[in-house]
């Protein structure tokens, strides 16, 4: 039997009896198709919610009353050449598999994940089900042909009347025009859904285009990728900061979206429950504009306003002191002495920009410890999943598909391999003074983005010059004051400093949004 044959066989079969579960609205069946520490992941399908369940017990507790009403049925191999089952590399030759199925509400896709158990049968060591489209409103394939429905009328004609009937009358508002906020505004474009985007700066992308010269993301470009509208293949392979900016504004321009900028809503907005809608004030480029939109969708990023230490005696510096988001460019710290605190991404950027191109010295307080690994490896890692002339969707289906808590076991349990891997890196910041850690329990950086945001930073060549001695560390003390030309350190150390840059990162973006949405 062809090695094709063999793997659709397998999850054939196991998807037959996972069906019958599910068919049967019988929990302890659908249990029985995990392995006893299996994990399942539910996006929708059984609640309106996302919940994730390890062990047997978890998911028969969590499926017990929430199968029948479900009525989950048509479930089927993956026709989609990507989500076909394969063999996947590993001691025992794992099968993945996609399958669809329907709901009387909606369209649903599902992954698993199968290994053998002791006895020789396929269980799932995952499987999640997710709801892709909800029944009457799917997205649409494509655009119409606009010679066919043109009737006479140029397409800036037909243009402008869309716009302006979305911009009197909105459906959904969404507040901010970076990546996530983009993306939802033209997927709600494809499902009919009359969106308004705002955005308070002046250009779509200048979000991107405050940050300093030298940002680029660390993420490959396979992964960051933009819905209907993949990279060029001459994309750089880590986006500089500039052509993120560029690649949202022309998103916004190609998707035809409708994009408000030097717009933001004035006060809190207020619903009533009555008509089921919002009344949003809106200060539009300086004119006073009253919306009432059904939804509003908060696309404001992860990160709300900076967080800066308060130290004593501020007064008595005669230096520069300033917050990561304000720095822009090495030039101005020519010739200076710097401090930077802080050892996540930020920090270690900044201070790689200051001791190339000129300052004095740098110095980065390290606090406690860092999460560092090479970009390279993380590269690596992620090319396993967003692969190169894959659609982008595939890798981000199959990313959501596993559980967190499944992610953080497993790279636990794989430290060791990764602080061999890591070692020569390692080696070069111990030199240089700097504490490691692969995340306080070992889960590596890709869970402490999820954990915390930060507290860790991805190296691209910073290592050598903390090794050399170019970037200085000082660890494990926190600032406490100001000095007239520097920082007094809580174990009574002083730092010299013409300048003082804190990338101490950002109060949580939940904060911000509660307050904005607050009643008074």
Request: include cysteine; glycine fraction near 8%; hydrophobic fraction near 40%.
């Amino acid at each position: 039997m062809s090695a094709f044959n063999e793997q659709t066989r397998i999850a054939t079969e196991w998807l037959a009896d996972f069906s019958s579960a599910l068919q049967f609205a019988n929990a302890e069946a659908f249990a029985a198709m995990f392995l006893p520490d299996g994990w399942f992941r539910d996006v929708l399908t059984f609640t309106w919610d996302n919940r994730t369940l390890e062990g047997k017990d978890k998911i028969v507790a969590y499926l017990s009353k929430r199968l029948s009403p479900a009525e989950v049925s048509q479930v089927k191999l993956c026709e989609d050449c990507y989500f076909r089952p394969m063999y996947i590399s590993g001691p025992e030759q794992d099968v993945e598999t996609g399958f669809t199925f329907e709901t009387p509400i909606a369209h649903g896709k599902g992954y698993a994940r199968l290994v053998r158990n002791e006895h020789g049968e396929w269980k799932a060591l995952l499987a999640s089900m997710m709801l892709v489209d909800i029944k009457g409103h799917e997205e649409l394939p494509g655009r119409e042909n606009f010679e066919d429905i043109a009737a006479n009328r140029s397409w800036g004609e037909m243009e402008a009347e869309r716009k302006g009937l979305i911009e009197s009358d909105p459906h959904v508002i969404i507040i901010g025009s970076g990546q996530t906020g983009l993306q939802v505004a033209a997927r709600f474009k494809q499902m009919n859904i009359p969106t308004l985007v705002l955005e308070r700066n002046t250009r779509v992308g200048d979000n991107w285009r405050h940050r300093y010269d030298s940002l680029a993301l660390h993420t490959v470009r396979e992964h960051h990728q933009l819905l209907y509208q993949p990279h060029p293949s001459t994309w750089p392979i880590f986006t500089p900061r500039d052509k993120v900016a560029s690649m949202l504004e022309s998103y916004a321009v190609n998707q035809d979206l409708v994009v408000w900028t030097s717009s933001a809503i004035v006060g809190r907005p207020v619903y009533n429950s009555e008509t089921r809608t919002w009344d949003v004030a809106i200060d539009h480029a300086g004119a006073q504009v009253r919306l009432h939109p059904a939804h509003i969708v908060l696309a404001t990023g992860t990160s709300g306003d900076p967080y800066i230490p308060k130290l004593e005696d501020k007064g008595r510096f005669t230096g520069t002191s300033i917050h990561a988001t304000q720095y822009k460019a090495p030039q101005p710290f020519s010739g200076q002495d710097v401090v930077v605190v802080g050892a996540g991404n930020t920090a270690i950027d900044i201070c790689q920009d200051l001791a190339t191109c000129g300052a004095k010295s740098v110095t980065m307080v390290q606090r406690s410890s860092t999460c560092v690994v090479s970009r390279d490896s993380v590269a690596r890692h992620m090319l396993h999943t967003w692969s190169p002339k894959v659609p982008v969707e595939v890798g981000d289906f199959k990313f959501a598909s596993l559980p967190l808590g499944y992610m953080k076991k497993t790279a636990i349990q794989r430290q060791q391999q990764s602080w061999d891997q890591e070692k020569e890196l390692h080696d070069k910041l111990e030199k240089g003074g700097m504490k490691v850690h692969l995340g306080p329990e070992g889960q590596g950086p890709n869970l402490l983005v999820f954990e915390r945001g930060g507290g860790y930073w991805l190296d691209k060549g910073a290592a050598d010059l903390i090794a050399s001695g170019k970037i200085k560390i000082k660890q494990g003390c926190e600032p406490k004051a100001f000095t007239k030309r520097g920082i007094l350190l809580a174990d009574g150390s002083a730092l010299p400093a013409d300048a003082v840059i804190f990338a101490t990162g950002y109060i949580s973006i939940r904060e911000s949004n509660k307050k904005f949405l607050e009643r008074n």
